[in-house]
């Protein structure tokens, strides 16, 4: 298997966390000016009222720096120690899809269930990395 594999699910999510930043500011920065809204009155997120298709895309910018801070670490981790596999490379995808899909599903129809199902099943696959890998180190 190539060692650059187990990264590659890494870069894409970046990428889909840059795609998720570009659209927060496309949604946001149209929404405030529509609001009437000055920039200052958003130093603090909370006190500003935007329609839930705004921030939804906020949402789920921030939720892309909870769960897949820990991704990233684990993935570099593998790559580091040689150990991206391909059932390691497969999980990190699974992440990756599960992620993606959980932005898809934020970002539009926004239905918790749904999300939340997503959300666990991506954490099915980071904790399957997480348990190979620390089996294989411990």
Request: proline share 4%; charged share 10%; glycine share 2%.
């Amino acid at each position: 298997m190539e060692p650059t594999a187990i990264i590659q699910p890494l870069i894409v999510l970046a990428v889909w966390t840059t795609i998720i930043m570009v659209l927060m500011f496309v949604k946001r920065i149209p929404a405030m000016n529509k609001a009437g809204i000055d920039p200052q009155a958003a130093k603090h997120v909370k006190d500003v009222t935007l329609p839930s298709n705004v921030t939804q895309y906020a949402d789920n910018y921030n939720h892309l720096f909870e769960q897949p801070t820990l991704f990233y670490a684990v993935v570099l981790a593998i790559a580091l120690l040689g150990h991206g596999d391909q059932l390691n490379v497969q999980l990190a995808w699974a992440f990756v899809f599960m992620r993606i899909l959980h932005s898809l599903v934020q970002i539009t129809i926004n239905i918790v269930m749904l999300r939340f199902a997503v959300f666990m099943l991506s954490w099915a696959a980071l904790a399957a990395l997480i348990i190979r890998e620390a089996i294989r180190i411990i």
